[in-house]
């Protein structure tokens, strides 16, 4: 294992918790620390969606890189955005299509 592991922030659609998972399991076993979207049992309200985001984008300037679960190619307004934040921000973005 390196001296330091990569971070890496996953992205998308929390209507692929499966996949987003998934992919958090194969980067972990890789031996990246993997920042994720929280997960909740319900909808949060607009206050709550906004605070969540803006954290997000927080682990994405924690990030080395970027990793995007897309199935299907797949990718939302929310993950648009983030994608576009990420690469303002010179950090690599690879998608995960499956």
């Known amino acids: 294992m390196p001296a330091r ?57 924690l990030a080395d890189r970027v990793v995007v679960v897309a199935p299907d190619g797949y990718i939302g307004e929310s993950t648009r955005r983030e994608i576009a934040y990420a690469r303002r921000h010179g950090k690599p973005v690879d998608a995960i299509d499956r």
């Open 5 to 61: 592991p990569e971070v890496v922030c996953i992205c998308g659609s929390m209507r692929f918790r499966a996949e987003m998972r998934a992919a958090i399991s194969g980067l972990t076993m890789a031996g990246a620390i993997v920042l994720a979207p929280t997960e909740l049992d319900s909808a949060p309200s607009e206050e709550e969606k906004a605070v969540l985001d803006a954290l997000h984008l927080r682990r994405i300037d």
